[in-house]
């Protein structure tokens, strides 16, 4: 039986917004703007709110106000549970062409998170030999995805898409 999620300010913002996006209006109604702040991905509740002038008691109200938010919407450990990011057959298809063309074959495929804002992220794709020491290394439709730890957590529940239309071909990632 999953338990009810229950923030304790411990949490990275970026995964609070993921696992809640209606977390930034609550955010927004304490005067905080975590949201739309590129640092999200790296802070956690506490130190955003301490650390931008703001004190305890904000944190508590901003804490209680998530976790009634949370229990009303019936969300659960399960629910916002995180998973690696996966490609589609498309994706991992185009990554094996690529690999192919460029003789690259048994070649990493990086994804790495240029930009974290929620709205429009930016993200650099690229074919290497060795992953970096830190990365996460996916095993998705038996390609190889390397990712920096940043990145790995930005991704987390995302899926990996490869599309192509009249007007644009390109990787999506949802």
Known sequence: MSKSL??????????????MPEASEILASHGVACASCHINAYE???????????????????????NEAAADMGLTTES????????????ANKIRDFQKSQHKEGFGFRIEVT???LEDPGYFLDLEEKPDKEDHIINSQEVQLWLSPDSYRFLQNKTIDYVETKEDAGFKIA
């Open 115 to 117: 930009d974290f804002s």
């Open 44 to 66: 956690t509740l506490e130190q955003g709110i301490l650390g931008h002038g703001f004190g305890q008691d904000t944190l508590d109200d901003i804490l209680q106000d998530l």
């Open 80 to 91: 916002t549970k995180k998973n690696p990011p996966t490609l589609t057959t498309a994706a």
């Open 6 to 19: 229950q923030f304790t300010g411990s949490e990275i913002i970026g995964d609070i917004l993921g696992a």
